[in-house]
């Protein structure tokens, strides 16, 4: 049992750092360039200041929401990891 435990504990302490770390920084890339295309579109299609600041706006809080998920999941995953380990 004690190889088998040592195995789990490295695949934990490495793979999910990984996933965690690459994951989030995925989803962040995927959300900025969408928000940068939407602003694109809207800046060339309409002049109207209000409707970028919107969408300014809308893509501001998104990025915030992404933050305090990945956050989140962040320090769950390192209490759980600390939990498991000893």
């Not at 970028?52 to 759980?80: F, L, M, Q, T």
Request: glycine share 2%; charged share 0%.
């Amino acid at each position: 049992m004690g190889v088998v435990n040592i195995v789990m504990v490295l695949v934990v302490v490495v793979v999910v750092p990984i996933v965690v770390v690459v994951v989030p920084v995925v989803v962040i890339v995927v959300v900025v360039v969408v928000v940068a295309v939407v602003v694109l579109v809207v800046v060339c299609s309409s002049s109207s200041i209000s409707v970028v600041v919107v969408v300014a706006a809308a893509a501001a809080a998104v990025v915030v929401v992404v933050v305090v998920v990945v956050v989140v999941v962040v320090v769950v995953v390192v209490v759980v990891v600390v939990k498991v380990t000893f």
